[in-house]
């Protein structure tokens, strides 16, 4: 990692300003399936955006995409190394629970 582990992720908003409050991704099978973006947030130099489904809610599940820039608009990369997913993840907790006490 690029000691991105311990830092603070700050919240970001690309993905809602380019596609609103919900984004349609296509599926491996060809369908679509529409995500509702939880968040969208900047750890070290790398954005990430935390995205839900429909089916997804009931299990409070998320599924962690690394957003980049092309020709101007953001999009969505699969995360293929664990260290980056888990830095990711745990950031995206950290966002969730900022007002909750920690012991």
């Known amino acids: ?8 992720p700050k919240t970001l908003n690309s993905l809602k300003n380019a596609f609103g409050n919900d984004i349609e ?11 509702f973006i939880k968040a969208e947030f900047q750890l070290g ?7 839900q489904s ?11 995409f690394r957003v980049i820039q092309a020709d101007g608009e953001p ?6 190394d664990d260290e980056e997913w888990e830095a990711a993840s745990e950031a995206y907790d950290d966002l969730l629970f900022a007002d909750d006490e920690r012991p």
């Open 1 to 8: 990692m690029s000691g991105t582990e311990h830092a603070s």
């Open 25 to 35: 991704l296509v599926a491996d099978d060809g369908g679509v399936e529409v995500y």
């Open 45 to 51: 130099d790398r954005v990430y955006a935390a995205l």
């Open 54 to 64: 429909e089916a997804m809610r009931s299990e409070d599940e998320v599924e962690l």
């Open 75 to 80: 999009q969505l990369e699969t995360i293929e």
